[in-house]
Every structure is written in structure tokens, then in C-alpha cells.
């Protein structure tokens, strides 16, 4: 195959990528905040509403190595599209749940939802199948900018879905998991019916390999890892970034609540952090392939240490300040997850490359989830600022193993 055909088909591939995880956030995002509030609404509890963002979070770092091995045995189509229909399936769960007054079933329906995070992880992955070494980084952070346009509407619609809800006999709440179910249906028809040819199995048969399955891959995998000091980085940077990002936010709107800042100041500042996040995707990309996978990891650690200094130091009611802050944890965050999932990709053989980015999903997820439930114990013993400045020795250590694998590697 020639050069040109195949960038014609990665062209192709990344338009349906992009258009599925748009798709997905549309569906996703109106449902973390529609969720807690129907579990207030049902069980009176607002101790209880955490419970269904965490449920989608465990569910997609639980779901991360399934479709790692389904991607493997049937490539991507069979792995994405499968976890696209989870999560429409796990709305409909949901979505019952909250009709019935069910609980339990809005929680488990919130964990298959997770399938659908979880499809949108590896997606970033799909995006690199058939790349160059000149423009892997900006093919995956198109992937990853596209959950923008999802990330940003999905919560508008929580209004007229609801209002639509409502208007047919229905709880006003339910009306987002409508949405869910629509939009990653549609998903997972697009990757299944559309994503041809698969780009994990084009690129596997251009390389002349014959897929045997092994037991025990994801083991092989983490130990591979480990021995290549670049991949060891690269997950090292995805895991690191993404747990001091999810900790730091997650307890941002608490922080500003201690002093009753109303709930639109704090919308807008989570509104600034996800567009720090997901916005300057692209230029982070390009960032990625002009000065290197190591080089911008190094400007995310500082990127993320500026965010802790200026968020911890800011008061509870510093809107600008911690608007400022947690921009910068977002575009932190982008910088060492585009350029450690391009590292990784890039640096393991590829016998293990699928389960080696569905290992790194589940440590991502897994580490994002215990950071959100410690950052709440450290709040409740001590402050906002100690979180940020605990938060920053993590990053820190990051920070010295990027720049002693590059002086080492010159």
C-alpha cells in the first residue's frame, strides 16, 4: 500500500473517530450532573450523589482491559463499537432506574455508561494506528479535541431534554439518559458499520503479523513496560497527570463553596478548566510532534505545578485566580496525556501494543478514581492549599524522571 493511500485512509479514520467521541460526549456529559441529582431526588441524600460519577469512572477502568483484548482479537471496530453500546445500554438502565425509583439500577446503569468512557479513551489509541512519526501526536489530539464539542453542549441539553421528559409524563431527570441513549447508539453504529478498513487490523497485516493469543497479557504487558524506559515514562505521565488533574478539580467547587460562591461562578470555572483540557488539543498536538513526546511532558509538569501554586493560593472566593489555576491544570493535564499516549504508542513492540494502552486506561481511570475519594479525606483533615501542594510532589517527581530519561538519552 502506498504512502498516499494510506494517509487517505487515516484521514478517513480520523473523521469517524472524531465523529463517534463527539457523539459519545453529547450523550455522556448531561448525565454526571443529571445522575447525582436524581439520586438526591430519590434517596434524599446528598452524601449518596458522588456515587454516579464514581460508578462511571470504576466502570470504565474496570472495562479498560476488555476492550484492550477485544481489540486485539477483532480490532477496533469489534472493541469501540461494543463499548459505545455498553453505554447506550447502560443509559437505558439508568434511565429505568430513575422512572422506577430504582437505585441500585441508576448505579449499575452509571458503571456501563463507563464502557462508553472507556471506548473514548482507546479511541485516542485507534487515531495512531496507521500514523507517521510526523504527525502521530496532532492524529491523536484531534481525537481527543473532538470530545470538546460534546464535553461543551452535552450539559446544555440537560434543560430541553428534561423539558421534553416532562412534557411526555416522565421525571424531568431521565431526560439526559434519552440523549445518552440516542446519541451512543449512534456511536456505536458509526464505528461498527463505518470504520472500515479497521485500522488496528490494516496496520497489523501491512506489518506481516499473524495475531496468537497469549495468556496472561497484561501481565506481559505492565513487565514490557517496565523495561522500556520510554513506555515506563509514558505511563508514568498519563497516570500522574491525570490523577492530580481529577483531584484538584474534583474538590475545586468544594473549596468555593465554603464561602457560598454561587453555583454559576463555579460552573464557569469547571467550564474553563474543561476547555483547558480539551480546547488547545490540537496546538498541544502539534507542540508534540515539533519539539518531542519528552520536551512536552516536561512543559505539562510545569504547566501542572503552576496550577497548583496558583490555585492552592487562591481564596475560596478568587473566581479569576482559580479560573486561572484550574485553565492551566486543563491544559497541564492535555500536554502529558497527548504526549504520553503518543510515547507509549509509539515505544511498545507490537505484540503488546493493545494491551499495554488498555493497562494504561485502567491505571489512568483506577488512579483518577482513588485520587477523587483521597482528595476528599485530605480536605476533611486539612485545606484546599495542602491538596494543591500535596498534589504537586507527584508532578514533581514526574518532572525529574522526564528530564533524567532525556539528559541520559541525548
Not at 456529559?29 to 447525582?36: K, L, Q, R, V
Not at 463499548?83 to 452509571?110: C, D, E, K, M, S
Not at 476547555?275 to 498541544?284: E, Q, T
Request: proline share 3%.
Amino acid at each position: 500500500m502506498s504512502l498516499e493511500q494510506r494517509h487517505s485512509k487515516q484521514s478517513a479514520t480520523l473523521k469517524k473517530l472524531a465523529t463517534a467521541q463527539t457523539l459519545s460526549g453529547l450523550g455522556v456529559t448531561g448525565t454526571f450532573a443529571a445522575g447525582s441529582l436524581l439520586v438526591v431526588q430519590i434517596t434524599g441524600s446528598e452524601a449518596l450523589a458522588g456515587l454516579v460519577q464514581t460508578s462511571t469512572v470504576v466502570g470504565a477502568a474496570l472495562l479498560a482491559l476488555p476492550l484492550a483484548r477485544w481489540t486485539d482479537l477483532g480490532g477496533r471496530r469489534r472493541s469501540l463499537g461494543f463499548g459505545y453500546f455498553l453505554g447506550a445500554l447502560g443509559a437505558t438502565f439508568a434511565f429505568i432506574g430513575g422512572v422506577q425509583r430504582i437505585f441500585p439500577l441508576i448505579l449499575i446503569g452509571a458503571a456501563m455508561i463507563g464502557g462508553a468512557s472507556a471506548a473514548g479513551y482507546q479511541a485516542r489509541f485507534a487515531a495512531v494506528d496507521l500514523s507517521d512519526d510526523q504527525h502521530r501526536a496532532r492524529d491523536l489530539s484531534m481525537v481527543v479535541w473532538a470530545s470538546t464539542v460534546g464535553s461543551v453542549l452535552g450539559p446544555n441539553l440537560m434543560e430541553p431534554a428534561g423539558n421534553f421528559a416532562r412534557s411526555i409524563g416522565l421525571p424531568k431527570l431521565v431526560g439526559p439518559y434519552l440523549v445518552a441513549i440516542i446519541m451512543l447508539t449512534l456511536a456505536a453504529t458509526m464505528i461498527t458499520v463505518f470504520l472500515k478498513p479497521d485500522p488496528f487490523l490494516l496496520a497489523r497485516e501491512e506489518r506481516g503479523e499473524v495475531y496468537a493469543r497469549q495468556k496472561r497479557a497484561f501481565r506481559q504487558a505492565f513487565a514490557t513496560i517496565k523495561t522500556i524506559p520510554r513506555a515506563w515514562l509514558a505511563l508514568h505521565a498519563i497516570v500522574i497527570g491525570h490523577i492530580t488533574m481529577v483531584t484538584i478539580m474534583v474538590m475545586t467547587p468544594v473549596h468555593m463553596a465554603h464561602v457560598d460562591v454561587s453555583l454559576r461562578l463555579i460552573g464557569l470555572v469547571i467550564s474553563v478548566h474543561v476547555l483547558g483540557m480539551y480546547a488547545l488539543s490540537p496546538v498541544v498536538g502539534r507542540i508534540v510532534d515539533r519539539i518531542g513526546r519528552i520536551p512536552t511532558i516536561m512543559v505539562g509538569v510545569v504547566i501542572l505545578l503552576a496550577s497548583a501554586i496558583i490555585s492552592g493560593l487562591a481564596y475560596a472566593d478568587a473566581v479569576v485566580q482559580l479560573g486561572i489555576g484550574l485553565f492551566l491544570l486543563g491544559l497541564g493535564w492535555s500536554c502529558t496525556l497527548i504526549a504520553g499516549s503518543t510515547l507509549l504508542a509509539e515505544s511498545l513492540p507490537d505484540e503488546v501494543k493493545a494491551s499495554g494502552q488498555g493497562l494504561s486506561d485502567l491505571c489512568m481511570n483506577g488512579g483518577g478514581a482513588l485520587g477523587g475519594a483521597l482528595a476528599g479525606i485530605v480536605i476533611a483533615f486539612s485545606s484546599y492549599g495542602w491538596l494543591c501542594a500535596i498534589m504537586a510532589l507527584p508532578v514533581c517527581y514526574l518532572g525529574f524522571k522526564a528530564w533524567r530519561l532525556r539528559a541520559t538519552s541525548k
